[in-house]
């Protein structure tokens, strides 16, 4: 097929705009009538309930518990990385905390699993290695805006 002229082009484009909308509506009309349930509800504020807390990133490890990893209040008025985990029925199962007076203002940016689901999290103070219980493993002075893991 053969377009002869911008008028034609446009046209096709309209077209295909049209098509992709009415698409986009579909989707959403068909998601607007799913039934979605609340399972559970979990609140962190490390204790400081006027605080600045706020969830980043969530990720689920190989057995099915919930990590979330963000910043929330510390008792001096700075934030600190938080890195939580709950098992699939919402109970808390231990957080871990890096707070520190050197970093007043501290964000964790992102988080990875290792093999053995040991937590990696980086942010803008350092970078840190949880073990599956939570106690800290190690932390270099690396701030990142991600972390990654190979099989080693």
Do not use: H
Request: hydrophobic share 40%; charged share 10%; aromatic share 10%.
């Amino acid at each position: 097929m053969e377009i002869e002229s911008v008028s034609e082009i446009n046209s096709g484009l309209k077209s295909l705009k049209a098509a992709s909308l009415t698409l986009l509506a579909s989707v959403l009309c068909f998601s607007a009538f799913a039934q979605i349930q609340q399972a559970w509800v979990a609140k962190y504020n490390n204790g400081v309930t006027n605080g600045n807390n706020q969830a980043l990133k969530m990720m689920l490890d190989s057995t099915g518990n919930i990590y979330v990893c963000g910043f929330s209040a510390t008792t001096n008025g700075g934030t600190g990385y938080a890195t939580l985990k709950y098992a699939p029925n919402g109970v808390l199962l231990w957080s871990a905390r890096f707070d520190s007076t050197n970093y007043p203002a501290t964000e964790a940016l992102a988080f990875a699993f290792d093999a053995s689901n040991n937590v990696l999290v980086t942010g803008t103070a350092i970078t840190a290695k949880y073990a599956t219980n939570g106690q800290p493993m190690w932390t270099v002075p690396y701030n990142g805006l991600s972390v990654a893991t190979d099989t080693n």
